[in-house]
């Protein structure tokens, strides 16, 4: 392999695991863009139809809005490998299932939406798990290299599966394009299964389903990163999310293309998307912070828009489409490295989930939005409005640097035994469990220790605790308590266990101003309300008397 340096396209080949992935993937993503040319060459066979036909595309989004998040929660929750590996074997299932169908001569328009349903709960459950153990994979440096090639595996395949895919359906049939899709699926598996993943396995519980969601919201919320990465990516999906819905109309009603003309247009974008990861982000990246890039994306996409609007020569159209995938791919392959880079290895399948979630939603917003204001004011004034609020919202992009993100760093802290003295030690899922630290601290200090204590709450809601809170002593002078809860005391282990060095670096920052002598004193009180109710409503019927909870009621053992 040629020499390969730290902005070149090709970096993350050089890992093996990587390569295999990669490369078994531009296989099985060449004979998904087939079979789906094939299944929708069948459906337009099977029915006149144009609402069935026009549904299929509808039917393969509808997993990702509906599962995208819980599949990120499951990632979290679940082995990912073994993930990986249900799912490419259930994509399998569902391709052979299809031409199993074809050749009994069986299929039928809702049989052919079922599946392409059933494929998509597949690619639903992919996506978050395929973006969090690309991190696993590569290194840092090579996650750039990583970005690009993903986007550039799509691309290729976009090209080659629909032509691959009219050239075979004459000679052979939709059906074995159907199997030949299977067996594509079954080579990722098996690169999977090869993959000698490295993890190091927590030696708590694992959080339920319904934690592992809460705990990606509070994330999210409370994550200064991932909200500037959540952001940008709302704010450049809002207008990609225009050529999508305007390229077309552009093609057909201005422009008057035929069908296979129209096919060479969004070819031409393909082509503008496979130079820009070859040839435009390696030499970019090289000279260029990550922001930057997204901005001259952003500039450029914005002249791509007002040539959109006035250039109505065929030829020179094909050049904006491809201009339009250069624009794309340089901006989301930045975005997507930023994301990465904004996420700890325990919640990054939350975190795809989340960006994916909210990308499908913008796009299908934005998709409504320049669609209705193509049909209300025309499609060269959409066009240049769209232009225009794009380079308006450029401050918003350096107000909201990603750059931010090349700073973040997950380094576990060393995790120490548990030291506090309890009666009882609870049960894992035994909550919630609130927690309370006292301060002592010179009022001279106070403003200091309230602007690292801003820090600490972050810290503590983004790891676990769904509440926290900053109390004075009326009673006392120089003393703060901080109390917040969590849900369970397995919640609260797994929050010590995610504190990253910097964060326990910036506990231990609140915790030297503390003045006392003797450490700040750490308590830990278990919820009893539900047996303390549970304990009323079975005396309702006796005598009223004084309730006396036993020490069971508020220490269950462990």
Known sequence: MPHLTKSSTWAALRNPAFRNLWLTSLLSGTCVAAHDTAATWLMNRLTASPLLISLMSTVAALPFLLLTLPAGAVADVLDRKKLLCVMNFWLAVSAAGLAILGFLHLLNPPLILAAVFSIGIGFA?????????????????????????????????????PSLGGLILPLVGPNIVFAANALGF??????????????????????????????????????????????????FTLFIGLIPALLPVVGLKELHLSPSNLGFLYTSMGAGAIAAAVVVLPWARARCPSNMLTIFANVLLSGAFILMAFVRQPQL?????????????????????????????????????????????????????????????????????????????????????????????????????????????????????????????DRSRGRELMNILRQVRLIHLRNGAYSWQLHEDLGRSNIFRVELAVPSWNEYLLAQERLTKNEQEIIRMAENLYVGSVPPETRFFLGVNRELHTHRHSKETKTAKSIEPTPELLAPEG
Request: hydrophobic share 50%; with cysteine.
């Open 125 to 161: 459950f992919n996506a978050p798990v395929w973006g969090a153990i690309v991190p696993e994979i590569v290194p840092d440096e090579d996650l750039p290299s990583a970005a690009t090639l993903s986007g550039l595996q799509l691309n290729i395949s976009g090209l080659l599966g």
């Open 317 to 441: 159209f094909f050049g904006v489409a491809a201009l339009a995938g250069i624009c794309w791919t340089v901006a989301a392959s930045e975005l997507w490295v930023a994301g990465q880079r904004a996420m700890p290895a325990w919640a990054r399948g939350r975190m795809n989930a989340t960006i994916i979630m909210i990308g499908q939603g913008v796009i299908a917003l934005g998709g409504v939005v320049w669609g209705s204001s193509a049909v209300t004011f025309g499609t060269t004034p959409t066009l240049l409005a769209a232009a225009l609020l794009l380079l308006v919202t450029i401050p918003l992009d350096m107000r909201w640097s990603i750059n931010i993100t090349s700073a973040l760093n997950f380094d576990p802290a060393p995790v120490t035994s548990f030291s506090h003295k309890l009666m009882h030690t609870p049960r894992p899922h035994d909550g919630p469990i609130s927690i309370t630290i006292e301060y002592e601290v």
């Open 186 to 235: 079954l080579v990722v598996l098996l690169a999977v299964l090869n993959w000698k993943r490295q993890q190091i396995a927590s030696k708590l519980p694992l959080e339920n389903f319904f934690e592992s969601l809460a705990t990606a919201v509070r994330y999210a919320s409370h994550a200064p990163g991932i909200e500037v990465v959540l952001f940008r990516n709302a704010l």
